[in-house]
């Protein structure tokens, strides 16, 4: 491969997470130099507004669609990737993303709820997964923020990040083995026969034997420009911040239900979420959404409707209608991968994908199964 600032092996689209991971993976593991092409800043978008709480442990209502193990298996392999890099990322970027553990605590306040999260810790424990029940009593020795009319809850120990650092982390580690990052938009994908020769940034021409599609929820625009419909679709979340002095106390476990969450970050601000928003490309956070949360979280937690509100924040995830990410190469477009569809755990499972996606480019597999990820179910050759 030619390996020149005007004609770099791999241009990359987007500079979220994702996009940085593929091209940290490619450069660190691999040797292949990649140029990231970012419209706005690195994490400006999902990436720097994400949660950063980084779980496996996710549990299903009863009678939901639940992942398939294979994902729970991604999910536990991405977690173990953070915890792995973590010093190599420190090292090389110089930022902290203050990874650090957090007790988390998904609480049951109706019997359905109780009897089906017992089924679901079965689940977990077959998936390796440390979680346990906890009863009332329990729960009152741990001086938690919970309501007092919690019927138990299950107890595991995540991991958790920042999300901003992270990505610029990831990104200036990225930039230390080689890898350029440009500002600019892309517009078009170029094609000669059967394969990738570049992409158009407006009147610009930039050539590359190969490309990554990894422009997030945009990522369905930029299919469109070489005719393949991928069904990813923006779902709007938005997060309350609170506004809780230093001196204050504060919850010592994150609480996770199914209709809000409290997340203590390790950066002292706390966090109440979220939405689930089908509102096509607005990243507009809403006075609607800011009441929503925090009656459903004064419902779960009645102690965080005295703080006072800092700030709304809203961004876009970028939903897989089959909710299984898109990672891998392109079907019948020689030089052409895409790697999206991350939703709700994108923070998760970036290094893996960044890992796994480097790995296919590279040596044509991977030592993670991707075959269930594969933009194959959509795209035929
Ligand atoms: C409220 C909220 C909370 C979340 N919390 C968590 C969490 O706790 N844990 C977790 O694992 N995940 C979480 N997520 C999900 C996670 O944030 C996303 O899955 C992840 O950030 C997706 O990363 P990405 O790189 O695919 O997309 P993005 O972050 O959207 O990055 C895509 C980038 O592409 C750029 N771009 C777009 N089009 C172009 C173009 N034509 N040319 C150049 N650049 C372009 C954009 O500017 C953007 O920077 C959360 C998401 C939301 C919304």
Redesign the pocket.
């Known amino acids: 491969m030619v390996k020149s600032k005007n004609s770099p092996d791999v241009i990359i689209?987007?500079?979220?997470?994702?996009?940085?991971a593929v091209a940290y993976f490619l450069a660190s593991e691999h040797g292949i130099e990649s140029l990231i092409?970012?419209?706005?800043?690195?994490?400006?978008?999902?990436?720097?507004?994400?949660?950063?709480?980084?779980?496996a442990a996710e549990l299903t209502e009863k009678g939901a669609h639940r992942p398939p193990a294979i994902f729970t298996q991604f999910l536990q392999e991405g977690i173990a990737l953070h915890a792995n890099l973590l010093p190599a990322l420190l090292e090389e970027s110089g930022v902290d993303y203050l990874l650090t553990e957090i007790p988390l605590l998904r609480p049951a306040f109706t019997d359905d709820e109780a009897n089906g999260m017992r089924d679901e810790l079965a689940r977990l424990h077959a998936s390796g997964i440390a979680a346990s029940w906890l009863e009332p009593k329990d729960i009152q020795a741990m001086r938690t923020w919970l309501a007092d009319d919690v019927l138990g809850a299950v107890f595991s120990t995540e991991l958790?990040l920042e999300?901003y650092p992270f990505a610029l982390a990831l990104a200036q580690a990225a930039e230390q083995h080689g890898v350029e990052i440009r500002t600019?938009?892309?517009?078009g994908i170029e094609r000669s026969g059967g394969r990738v020769t570049g992409v158009r940034l407006g009147s610009e021409l930039l050539s590359a034997r190969t490309v990554v599609i990894?422009?997030?929820?945009?990522?369905r625009?930029?299919a469109k420009w070489v005719g393949l419909d991928i069904p990813v679709i923006p779902?709007?979340?938005?997060?309350v911040h609170l506004d809780l002095p230093c001196e204050a106390p504060r919850p010592n476990q994150a609480i996770f239900h199914s209709t809000g969450y409290v997340l203590p970050k390790a950066s002292g601000s706390l966090y109440v979420?979220?939405t689930i928003e089908d509102v096509g490309f607005d990243s507009e956070p809403t006075i609607e959404a800011r009441d929503s949360i925090m009656e459903a979280v004064a419902r779960i937690s009645p102690q965080v409707i005295d703080i006072p509100i800092k700030r709304i924040?809203?961004?876009?995830?970028?939903y897989s209608t089959d909710e299984m990410p898109i990672i891998g190469a392109i079907p019948g477009i020689d030089g052409l991968f895409i790697?999206?569809g991350?939703?709700?755990?994108?923070?998760?499972?970036?290094l893996v994908t960044g890992k796994s996606l480097a790995e296919i480019m590279a040596i044509g597999s991977s030592s993670f199964p991707m075959t269930e990820f594969s933009p194959a179910r959509f795209v035929s050759a």
């Open positions: 689209i987007g500079g979220g997470v994702i996009g940085c092409i970012e419209r706005n800043g690195i994490g400006s978008e999902a990436s720097g507004g994400a949660a950063g709480e980084l779980a958790q999300s600019g938009e892309v517009t990894a422009n997030g929820p945009w990522s625009f930029a779902i709007r979340g938005q997060i979420g979220t924040s809203a961004c876009l995830r970028p790697a999206t991350h939703a709700f755990k994108g923070m998760t499972l970036c």
